[in-house]
């Protein structure tokens, strides 16, 4: 890596790790840990739908399974959260490999519907069921205050550096995954599964790696919003629009870059913020229209995203001979 | 006397009731070239689609090395040893020419620095070592035909199936793919090649086995299909 | 006849009403993607804003919704054309990831379009001409029901019409099957996409203004459409009009079917089941293209 960006991630770096002391007051602080919230499921998210190019638009059914596992396990057993963090995760990857298994075969448009109605109908049973709290939801316990309980009552602190912590591990599996084979892979997969195949890629296997990945992080991401917010419903861990929300953050800031869902998550709560500010209140539609008009012009004028835009104006500065990426011909779904 | 490296025996491929493939019998012996030809619509993709796994005969078989190769899957292909070049090329237009390659490479070694070193040498042996970064979509037709050829390679085949890669070519590119295509075979890998450039493997061809209509008509060295009025019946439609 | 008969047999008619209306708005949704491979996430809203001009025409003008029917379609044709020539023009060649974003960006911006401008109070056409109740034997229908779903045969019905039996039609469907063909024939494939999705929405909207004389009318009842009708393309098959309407009879019937056996709060895990089952079993559905 060239010492100009080392130089710059690490101050990212230092910046990030110096905030807290930096804003004025606890609700920007707030405001930052829900930003790194998204931005980690949002890089959660691009493994298997920007690199592995399987789009799915039912991701908070992993979130959702991450929160509602380490909650019950917690409630009915007194689990540590640490753990269910962790059970959550591989209850997430177990999911995910029984929807991806059928589901694979599936292609664009057929797969992503299939996301969307596989979580929707999670969120429908979960709604309908009393054991999980049903539509009202689950309460976590004030009580257990400290790191061991994973509750922090007096200050959010704490929970900043967790989240951090927890984006920087989802970043380093991004990476890994990026640099390994498993990297080089997906990207055959997602440009040329037919290609792919032809040198020996089994396309299942590698998608259902994907999803294993992507779910576990996710999930992880879900239980820390269950410790956070001490109070979970299906409304806000297994909604479609949450699953909109986490893939359109990877979109804004670039699929298949690993800082894009960040740039992304920064971009895009900085936008509901000031339109919730600027327009008042989410009763009167004009935080949608901007949300709206803000989806369709980056789908239509930059489908790179922000870091794909910067990186193709990088590449044009260097010189000609650089190509940009080639879009699909007619009838490719 | 050993088993040929493949041997095809009765395939017949259909599709509904459209016969592609009708009972097909060939060999190919390790290091050889084998030209694969007919008018078009001879069934000659069908049977190359066959042979990589990409379709499943409705009868026949096909043998590797003396062993069936029963529900083969292209990936199942590719593991053991069949590699294919595509008519429409089909390289990853995202990744550069290095990397490309490296997917292929990376069949045999899962370790990003041995793949590269290997694709690396197959970049080399097409010559287009000097392209290593750019990406795939910002290159000619042609070169990409050899780039597909060097991420073939780059699997370490047993046998190549090369579909037309010399189609659109101009004489000295195809001069250059012929070369290329001698190297391949002197490397110890066997070559199918499906052609329409008669000139181009008429001199290389060990035999050449000519479909017409999903049938076999003919199969034998290059002078005798020459002369052979079957053939030249085939092409001329009478 | 038993009672639970006779229960039986009413819901299974209601089913068939209400799947009319469904196979109505899958038909639109079908003819977009039938030619030009864009599933358009936004189709729901088109229905919205269907109800909302019979809305306005009964609240200011006291015009009836059937009266104003056709306006309500030519209104939403114009307006899906236009969104073609501004918006979806831009993207036929796009990656999949784009196409579904920016139909997904107009799902969002003409809800919160319709919140701000008209509040997202829930309204209602109280008086219509088709309003009350109607017995057929001994089986009890609501007379806006009864019309909405005769409306929708004869709006599915002209569209069949005109694919088949028109010289544009034929023209459309030849874009459907192969664009490349179409466009070496002659034909304005632009002006066939701008058709196909202005087909599409005058066939959401007339849904819209048939549910208006029964169904509540608010900026988010899109949302209760959309997931129906893409299940309902699904199992009709994508591309095939025909199929859409048998479809939208069959998930009607499971709809209800579902919320008699199970609960109304499982109508939609029940539809979407179906809509797994036919991708991974019948991916060309009832009587798509293989």
Not at chain 1, 255 to 275: C, D, H, W, Y
Not at chain 2, 62 to 75: F, H, V
Not at chain 3, 25 to 44: E, P, Q, R, W, Y
Not at chain 3, 111 to 138: C, M, N, T, Y
């Amino acid at each position: 890596m060239p010492a100009a960006k080392r130089v710059a991630l690490l101050a990212v770096l230092a910046l990030a790790v110096a905030l807290p002391w930096l804003v004025a007051n606890p609700s920007q602080l707030n405001f930052a840990i829900l930003v790194l919230m998204i931005a980690q499921a949002g890089v959660a998210w691009n493994i298997l739908g920007g690199y592995a190019g399987q789009v799915s638009l039912g991701h908070a059914a992993f979130y959702g399974i991450g929160a509602y596992t380490s909650t019950k396990l917690l409630l009915a057993w007194g689990l540590s959260p640490w753990l269910g963090m962790l059970a959550g995760g591989l209850v997430a990857v177990a999911f995910a490999l029984a929807i991806g298994w059928p589901c694979f075969r599936l292609k664009g448009h057929y797969f992503a519907m299939a996301t969307i109605a596989i979580a929707e109908i999670l969120q429908i049973v979960v709604t309908n069921t009393d054991a999980m709290g049903g539509a009202v939801g689950l309460q976590l316990p004030f009580a257990n205050e400290g790191w061991a309980g994973f509750v922090f009552n007096r200050s959010k602190l704490p929970y900043y550096y967790i989240i951090l912590a927890l984006l920087l591990v989802t970043l380093s599996a991004s990476r890994l995954i990026e640099r390994s084979f498993l990297g080089y892979y997906f990207r055959a997969i997602k440009d040329e599964p037919d290609a792919a195949r032809s040198v020996g890629i089994d396309l299942t296997r590698y998608k259902l790696a994907a999803i294993a990945a992507s779910s576990f992080l996710t999930a992880l991401g879900g239980s820390f919003y269950a410790q956070k917010e001490l109070y979970i419903d299906p409304g806000s861990t297994l909604a479609t629009s949450l699953s909109i929300k986490i893939a359109l953050v990877a979109i804004l800031g670039g699929v298949g870059t690993l800082s894009g869902p960040v740039v992304g998550a920064v971009i895009l709560t900085a936008i509901e913020e000031t339109t919730r500010t600027v327009f008042g209140g989410t009763g009167r539609g004009t935080d949608l229209i901007v949300y709206g008009l803000l989806i369709i012009v980056v789908a239509v004028f930059y489908p790179a995203g922000v870091v794909g835009g910067l990186r193709d104006l990088g590449r044009r500065w260097r010189g000609p001979g650089a190509a940009r990426e080639p879009l699909p011909a007619e009838g490719e779904r | 006397m050993t088993a040929p490296l493949l041997a095809v025996t009765n395939l017949t491929k259909r599709f509904g009731g459209l016969s592609a493939n009708e009972d097909v019998s060939f060999a190919v012996e390790e290091r050889e070239i084998v030209g694969l030809i007919g008018p078009n619509g001879a069934g000659k993709t069908t049977l190359f689609n066959c042979i990589a796994g990409f379709h499943a005969p409705t009868s026949g078989s096909i043998a590797l090395g003396g062993e069936p190769l029963a529900r083969l899957t292209p990936e199942a292909a590719a593991r053991r040893g069949i590699a294919r070049t595509f008519q429409i090329v089909r390289s990853f237009p995202s990744l550069t020419a290095l990397d490309n390659v490296t997917v292929g490479a990376m069949l045999h070694r899962k370790r990003v620095d041995a793949a590269r070193e290997r694709a690396r040498e197959a970049l080399a042996f097409v010559g287009l070592a000097s392209r290593a970064n750019t990406p795939a979509a910002a290159m000619t037709v042609a070169e990409q035909k050899r780039l597909e050829v060097a991420r073939a390679l780059a699997t370490e085949p047993k046998l190549l199936l090369l579909d037309e890669v010399m189609a659109g070519l101009n004489p000295a590119e195809i001069g250059e793919a012929v070369e290329l295509v001698l190297r391949i075979r002197d490397r110890g890998v066997a070559c199918i090649i499906v052609e329409h450039v008669m000139e181009a493997i008429m001199p290389i061809a060990h035999h050449i086995v000519v479909l017409d209509a999903g049938r076999k008509i003919a199969d034998g060295p290059p002078e005798a299909i020459a002369r052979d009025p079957a053939v030249i019946a085939a092409y001329l439609g009478s | 006849m038993s009672p639970s008969l006779e229960i039986l047999i009413q819901t299974l008619a209601s089913g068939v009403l209400i799947g009319l209306i469904y196979a109505l708005v899958a038909v639109g949704l079908t003819m977009i993607f039938g030619v030009m491979d864009i599933v358009n996430f936004s189709h729901g809203e088109f229905l919205m804003l269907g109800m909302y001009s019979s809305f306005w025409g009964f609240a200011l003008w006291r015009l009836d919704p059937m009266f104003t029917l056709p306006f309500t379609a030519l209104l939403l044709f114009a307006l899906g054309a236009a969104i073609y020539h501004v918006v979806i023009r831009r993207i036929i060649r796009a990656p999949m990831l784009s196409q579904i974003f920016t139909t997904f960006g107009l799902m969002i911006l003409f809800r919160g379009l319709a919140q701000f401008l008209w509040k997202p109070d829930f309204r209602s056409i109280d008086h219509s001409i088709v309003e009350g109740k109607v017995a057929l034997g001994w089986l009890q229908f609501g007379t806006p029901q009864l019309v909405a779903g005769a409306g929708a045969i004869v709006v599915t019905g002209a569209v069949w019409w005109f694919l088949q039996r028109t010289r544009v039609g034929a023209a459309l469907e030849a874009t459907a099957a192969d664009r490349e063909a179409a466009a070496l024939m002659g034909i304005d494939v632009q002006r066939m996409f701008a058709l196909a999705w202005g087909i599409g929405a005058a066939c959401a909207g007339v849904a819209g203004a048939l549910l208006s004389t029964f169904f509540p009318i608010f900026p988010e009842v899109g949302a209760n459409f959309i997931l129906v009708a893409f299940v309902t393309v699904a199992l009709g098959g994508f591309g095939s009009v025909a199929g859409a309407f048998w479809a939208g009879i069959i998930v009607g019937i499971v709809e209800v079917l579902g919320g008699f056996l199970l609960g109304p709060q499982y109508k939609l895990a029940l539809v979407l089941a179906l809509y797994l089952l036919v991708v991974l079993l019948r991916p060309r559905g009832l009587l798509g293209r293989a």
